[in-house]
């Protein structure tokens, strides 16, 4: 709190910029005053950076051409580095990359007009290893808020032009004050990732500022839905937030996600491996899991988000939004009946049933090249949003192994989360048997599943396509775990399955009289016999 002719003094203060030490202006502020001034300890809350220059520098700023700047111009001066990011050279070798800046992103992500930003004037507070000399405005993060489609959404889109993306201090307090605010407001979460990771330069307090982020994003876990697009590369300790988020989307060809990059993997390990192969879009989608969807471009990739981000509610307290749609609900569709082979061994494809039954043929699939053997994914029922699972009898003939069961129970506990009925299309013949999958753990991962249907409290409707097998029909949404409704289609009427007590599973035609029943029990026993 400033009195009397301290207003003065301040005022000289604050037209500096970034000094090390106060001691500098010390002389020049004594001669206006004729008399010693006391240099008190500066306020953290004050950055150092505005003492940078020196009185000379200081007087020849503070005029053009002999009339003063004034604040509005400096101000404006400063918006205009921030917008320029790292330079046109810069820039220009972002787009020779096929990348388009954080900006650009960010308009083609929001509807137009929509975007407030936050800090955009941010600096680092660096003065090591030359960093007080490198300054730009907003510190290689874009921050903010805005509407898709006229619905509110929270964003942060990292500049790699700018130090390279790297995380600073100020770079991270940027990203928390936007999911803090989305957190208070019940509003989702879209980062665009383009980093190279922690700024070294400024040592554990980069690594804080990670694990700022960490925490927040599991305070957001389960109220509001997190988006992470990975449009560049994100290494090292960069990779957990991603991680910890809801969705995770890649672009192909230009972003990489990897603990460890190919040099450090090699020098350890001795591996020759590219960037691509080791956590390449095409990886993370189809060996990894890590990764749910990948895209053509960044356009692409801004479009098809747009196109997910209607089918989410805004936090786990809202309900999705309802789209009017013109395909009625009781239409009829002769062709189902020739879809579902009566054949038990017989392939088909859940795609061709799930695109007859979903509101105008849209299913946008999750995870669609991983663990292919189940699917995942939103789908609209009457205008809402529903989440659907069904078994692809293409994949494994639909059985359900590791990766699936750890797929689908991710799933059905984001769905459980946000409220959004889950809807299971059942024609499984058991868990995936061999000596593989059971050292690596499929009771202990098949237990996950088992868990997320029984506690989920969302509506839950099964339907049994053609069969439903052993310890597989008990796991996927059966009625014993709660199931609001439990269907079986035509074809499942025509055949009455058991299991044999050695685990070789046998069927039975439909008998024409109640003394087969009578006759099974009998040389099976009750306790062997189950319908």
Not at 11 to 29: F, H, I, N
Not at 227 to 240: D, E, H, Q
Not at 331 to 352: A, G
Not at 436 to 461: D, S
């Amino acid at each position: 709190v400033c009195t009397g002719t301290d207003y003065r003094i301040v005022s000289v203060v604050m037209l500096s910029r970034s000094l090390r030490r106060l001691g500098a202006l010390r002389a020049p502020l004594q001669s206006i005053y004729a008399k010693p001034i006391p240099l008190a300890p500066v306020s953290r809350l004050v950055s150092h950076r505005l003492f940078s220059q020196s009185p000379t520098q200081l007087k020849e700023k503070a005029t053009v051409v002999g009339k003063p700047v004034s604040m509005q111009d400096r101000v404006d001066e400063k918006r205009r580095l921030a917008f320029e990011a790292g330079g046109s050279k810069r820039v220009d070798q972002q787009h020779q990359k096929g990348k388009l800046t954080a900006r650009e992103r960010l308009e083609l992500l929001l509807d137009e007009g929509s975007f407030r930003e936050y800090d955009a004037l941010v600096e680092h507070r660096c003065e090591h290893f030359g960093m007080e000399k490198q300054i730009i405005p907003g510190d290689g993060v874009i921050t903010g808020y805005g509407t898709i489609n006229g619905r509110t959404v929270f964003v942060y889109s990292q500049d790699f032009t700018v130090f390279g993306g790297s995380l600073s201090e100020s770079h991270a307090k940027k990203i928390c004050k936007v999911l803090d605010k989305a957190m208070m407001v019940g509003a989702p979460v879209i980062g665009l990732n383009d980093s190279g990771g922690a700024r070294i330069q400024e040592g554990v307090d980069s690594l804080a500022g990670y694990a700022e982020i960490f925490q927040r994003n599991v305070m957001a876990s389960g109220v509001i839905p997190q988006i992470s697009l990975i449009m560049g590369p994100c290494a090292g300790g960069a990779v957990y937030s991603p991680a910890i988020t809801d969705f995770i989307f890649m672009v192909k060809d230009t972003s990489y996600m990897f603990v460890t990059g190919p040099e450090v993997v090699k020098s350890v390990t001795h591996e020759e491996v590219t960037q691509e192969q080791l956590g390449g879009a095409k990886t993370h989608t189809s060996l990894s899991g890590v990764a749910h969807c990948a895209f053509e471009n960044d356009i692409d990739a801004l479009q098809k988000m747009r196109e997910f981000f209607d089918y989410l509610p805004l936090s786990n307290t809202r309900d999705a939004p309802i789209r009017t749609s013109s395909d009625p609900a009781d239409r009829e569709i002769p062709s189902l009946d020739l879809l579902v082979p009566n054949d038990p061994n017989k392939p088909y494809d859940m795609h061709e049933v799930l695109s007859k039954i979903v509101d105008d043929g849209e299913f946008f699939e999750v995870q669609p090249n991983y663990a292919k053997n189940i699917m995942i994914g939103f789908a609209r029922m009457g205008g809402r949003t529903v989440g659907i699972v069904a078994n692809q009898p293409k994949e494994l003939a639909g059985c359900l192994d590791i990766d699936a069961s750890v797929k689908a129970a991710r799933w059905v506990r984001f769905c459980d989360a946000f409220s959004i009925p889950l809807v299971t299309l059942v024609d499984v013949p058991g868990f995936l048997p061999g000596t593989a999958q059971e050292h690596n753990g499929i009771i202990r991962h098949g237990a996950k599943l088992l868990y997320a249907y029984a506690e989920a409290t969302v509506p839950k409707i099964a339907v049994i396509t053609r069969k439903a097998y052993g310890g597989a029909y008990d796991v996927m949404s059966s009625k014993h775990l709660r199931g609001d409704s439990n269907y079986s289609w035509p074809s499942g009427f025509d055949r009455i399955y058991t299991l044999h007590p050695l685990g070789e599973t046998r069927h039975y035609p439909r008998p024409e009289k109640p003394a087969f029943l009578t006759e099974a029990r009998s040389t099976r026993g009750p306790a062997q016999t189950s319908l």
